[in-house]
Every structure is written in structure tokens, then in C-alpha cells.
């Protein structure tokens, strides 16, 4: 389970850091892909009972 928490977090993480590119460049397609990869990876978390509370909702407010 630990290196599924891990995974999961390094891939938040991730599209994150490319939905913050991708809104600096003005890819507003790429905007809407990354908050819909965000949305599926913390359902995924909420799914599995990971507790992801750990300032990503800051980081997308933050873009």
C-alpha cells in the first residue's frame, strides 16, 4: 500500500506542476486535461482511503 500512496502523491504532484505550465504558457486545452487528471486522481485516492489533505488544494488554487 505504500508505494501505491507513493505513486499516487508523485502523480498528483506531477499534474500539479503541469497544470501550473500549462496555465503560465496560456495551453487553456491543457489547463482543462490536467484539472480532469487532478479530479480522477484524487478519486482514486478517495477511493482507496488515501489521505491526500496534504496542501494539494492549495497548489491548484495557486494557478
Given at each position: 500500500?505504500?508505494e501505491f500512496?507513493?505513486?499516487?502523491?508523485?502523480?498528483?504532484?506531477d499534474?500539479?506542476?503541469?497544470?501550473?505550465?500549462?496555465?503560465?504558457?496560456?495551453?487553456?486545452?491543457?489547463?482543462?486535461?490536467?484539472?480532469?487528471?487532478?479530479?480522477d486522481?484524487?478519486?482514486?485516492?478517495?477511493?482507496?482511503?488515501?489521505?491526500?489533505d496534504?496542501?494539494y488544494?492549495e497548489?491548484?488554487r495557486?494557478?
Open positions: 500500500m505504500a500512496m507513493r505513486t499516487l502523491h508523485l502523480r498528483i504532484h499534474a500539479v506542476e503541469s497544470l501550473r505550465r500549462a496555465h503560465r504558457s496560456g495551453d487553456e486545452e491543457l489547463v482543462i486535461g490536467q484539472a480532469g487528471e487532478i479530479e486522481l484524487v478519486e482514486i485516492a478517495a477511493r482507496h482511503g488515501v489521505d491526500i496534504g496542501g488544494q497548489l491548484t495557486a494557478t
